[in-house]
């Protein structure tokens, strides 16, 4: 099959063999072959890029071979700028594991996806980090409006079940240890273990897992989304970093939501505590002494910081998964699911990192 593109490749003239070759395009087999001759072309416009990208697309996904001649390297600048190598990410039959796949060689293949998440993951800090350094030295680079956008609805959004979740927190950690410390009439020093695990555990780690859940997912989703609907590849070709432009608002917004919803939640803890011991009889002004002297200042910076830690994170993995997603809404869902399981593991690695570090700090 022969296809011959004119020298002015405008939407009229696309538009015509469009017409003219798609249907014999999509039965093409893998044994067939076609000779595409840009030797004339000497204007090629987004119709003509677009016509020349879904030809190496279909010969992607149909496994024909391509013959181009391009004397004037007009098919060349447009395949280097989109990249033909992702032109398969659409193939229906990508995601279909093969019957009869033996146990090893889905161990291999797990390893493999793992260790292309982590090199993601690093390549996409690395770029994450140029773009802060830039707006940092200029502040109005960063999209301020998405910005204030994402905290809104990451934080004040997430506020009622973030503060329902603490208070539960609060209230099962109270009566667990209210009835082990009964036995010995202490159940007063309640207030001090949910003081001291609220600050330096339990109110970052349970807040960073409703944040990864509510809004990790969702900034997945949503540049996932994106991606489908080329919107990303648009704003590659407009010279737009997806990494400035979509990805720093996002994870600056969870990094500084997350201490303020963790003071939310550990707050809320407190009230669930109170709610126990007033229960038991215990005064509210002891309550609060026992808070108040329980509380450091160092315990509650540390809580502050794993939180912020935690917040980056989950931003990061959440837009991480998103840019790398494929191109079919079932890629879009395991973007999602992927964001939430890489944010988990990542917190808990984290939590186990800061609670080497305080205990060496000695607190």
Not at 138 to 160: Q, V
Not at 288 to 309: R, T
Request: hydrophobic letters at 50%; a neutral charge; aromatic letters at 10%.
């Amino acid at each position: 099959m022969l296809i011959e593109l004119p020298e002015q490749c405008t939407q009229g003239a696309i538009e015509i063999l469009w017409r003219k070759n798609l249907k014999a395009v999509k039965e093409l087999k893998a044994a067939d072959s076609l000779s595409l001759n840009a030797d004339r072309v000497q204007f090629l416009d987004g119709a003509g890029e677009a016509f020349v990208i879904a030809l190496y697309r279909a010969s992607a996904k149909q496994g024909f071979a391509i013959r181009c001649q391009d004397a004037n390297g007009a098919v060349a600048r447009t395949l280097e700028q989109f990249e033909p190598a992702r032109f398969a990410e659409s193939s229906p039959g990508q995601f279909v594991r093969k019957r009869g796949t033996k146990l090893l060689v889905q161990l291999g293949e797990a390893t493999v996806g793992i260790w292309d998440d982590v090199v993601d993951e690093f390549a996409h800090f690395g770029a994450t980090l140029v773009a802060l350094f830039r707006v940092t030295f200029a502040p109005k680079r960063l999209r301020w409006r998405d910005f204030w956008l994402n905290f809104e609805r990451a934080g004040i959004d997430a506020l009622p079940i973030t503060m329902l979740v603490g208070f539960l927190i609060g209230l099962i950690l109270a009566f667990m240890s209210a009835a082990s410390l009964k036995q010995f009439g202490v159940e007063i020093y309640v207030a001090d273990l949910i003081c001291i695990g609220l600050f330096r555990e339990l109110g970052p780690i349970i807040t960073g897992i409703i944040l990864t859940g509510r809004s990790g997912s969702a900034f997945a989703a949503e540049l996932g989304t994106m991606k489908v609907n080329e919107e990303i590849d648009a704003l590659s070709t407009f010279g737009l970093s997806p990494t400035e432009f979509l990805t720093l608002p996002r994870v600056l917004a969870a990094t500084f939501v997350m201490p303020t919803l963790t003071i939310f939640s550990i707050l809320a803890g407190l009230v669930g505590g109170a709610f126990v011991l007033l229960s038991m009889n215990i005064p509210a002004v002891a309550y609060c002494q026992h808070i108040a002297g329980s509380l450091s200042l160092n315990n509650a910076l540390f809580g502050l910081a794993k939180s912020m830690v935690f917040g980056f994170l989950i931003g990061q993995v959440g837009c991480t998964q998103g840019l790398r997603t494929g191109r079919t809404a079932d890629a879009v869902g395991r973007a999602a699911t992927a964001s939430v399981v890489g944010s988990l593991v990542l917190i808990t690695i984290f939590d186990g990192g800061f609670a080497v570090l305080a205990y060496f700090m000695g607190f």
